[in-house]
């Protein structure tokens, strides 16, 4: 895959922008969209840069993926959920681009201040309010910009060599995901990420009685505990299996019953007998 760099604009201009767009109409907006701007600057190396017509492009589609779900007109929550999977894995197929410059706030700053700032108001419209300056500038490690967090999607919880890799992507609704996403002991692990993902939406199926929301908080919780004392980057893919799975059930016991299992967890095997010393 050859490497595209994409454009950038300065934190402080982001700023500056994000706080003059985010009050501003749909329509106002559109108008003041555009494929370039005089603060823009590249990596200086990895890559050739981002052509307008490939920009433009990118604009376009996403802009058409919102038009599916009533753009520029407001509309019901469910349809943001879809509009959100379609562009995440359009992201990711699209944009030639490294997650070490995916990473990079400014990138996001411009496809949320310059390139598209139409769709982030309309994306997250507050009635008479502004929209949040995290859905511009990402907020705290930039997990919350618009189209960042879409990418970040795609990346971390594509099955690859698949018929359907980006099925989970689709699968799992907003709340999920931001119980996966926004929890970097988590999602800094996509090996553990999916495995979670994929054990979720099996135990969801199975056990319709049992609120989904409900059932992916606790068993994030409960996995984000292990991170004190268990290494899933060493984990075989059985024990990862295991434990995911034991965090599940527990889950489940305590949703139904209003305790968790009393089985010994599948955790306490992997961790060092000196620890309980």
Known sequence: MEIILYPRIPVGYANERANELRSMTIQDLRTKAAISDARVYYAPT????????????????????????????????????????????????????????????????FFTCILLPDVVRWRFHARSRPTSLERYLGGIRGVRNTFGRLWWRGEILQIQDT?????????????????????PGLSGNRTLATAISQAFLSAADSHPEVTRDDLMRDTTKRIRRLLAFVSFDGLEAHELHSVVSDAIEQTLQMLQYGHPAQTPSSANNLVDPQLSL
């Open 46 to 109: 990895g890559g050739g840069r981002a052509s307008e017509n490939h920009l433009k492009n990118i604009a376009d589609s996403i802009r058409e993926l919102a038009a599916e779900g009533g753009y520029p007109s407001a509309f019901q929550r469910r349809p943001y959920s879809e509009f959100d999977s379609k562009v995440a894995e359009f992201l990711h197929r699209t944009l030639q681009i490294t997650p070490s410059e995916a990473a990079r706030l400014e990138i996001w700053s």
């Open 163 to 183: 018929p359907r890799p980006y099925q989970l992507v689709h699968q799992l609704t907003e709340d999920q995901l931001v119980q996966l996403m926004e929890r």
